[in-house]
């Protein structure tokens, strides 16, 4: 859902919003491996289960948003057509 969300979203002006994502998701996940793990302190907590900051299981990895890529439109000016015909006068 995360990754589909970012694609949809990655050409707006979006990097904040996806760094505020991926804070979110992260210590949603982490409240949650707090609250199923009652006996271990954040430390243990940290090494086992979040080794690097990264979760993970196997090879599947936590989709990450704030590493997601902003493309931005380009910028094209006067190319853009416009339906709307400008009638400026020159003088010789």
């Given at each position: 859902?995360?990754r589909?969300?970012?694609?949809?979203?990655?050409?707006?002006?979006?990097?904040?919003?996806?760094?505020?994502?991926?804070?979110y998701?992260?210590w949603?996940?982490?409240g949650?491996?707090?609250?199923?793990?009652?006996?271990?302190?954040?430390?243990?907590?940290?090494?086992?289960?979040?080794?690097?900051?990264?979760?993970?299981?196997?090879?599947?990895?936590?989709?990450?948003?704030?590493?997601?890529?902003?493309?931005?439109?380009?910028?094209?000016?006067?190319?853009?057509?416009?339906?709307?015909?400008?009638?400026?006068?020159?003088?010789?």
């Amino acid at each position: 859902m995360l990754r589909g969300w970012c694609n949809y979203f990655r050409h707006g002006v979006s990097k904040r919003t996806f760094g505020y994502l991926d804070h979110y998701a992260f210590w949603r996940i982490v409240g949650w491996l707090k609250k199923r793990h009652l006996g271990l302190n954040m430390h243990t907590l940290i090494r086992r289960y979040l080794p690097g900051w990264e979760i993970s299981a196997g090879r599947i990895e936590m989709f990450r948003p704030n590493r997601f890529a902003v493309v931005r439109y380009r910028y094209r000016g006067t190319r853009i057509p416009t339906p709307w015909q400008s009638t400026t006068t020159t003088a010789a």
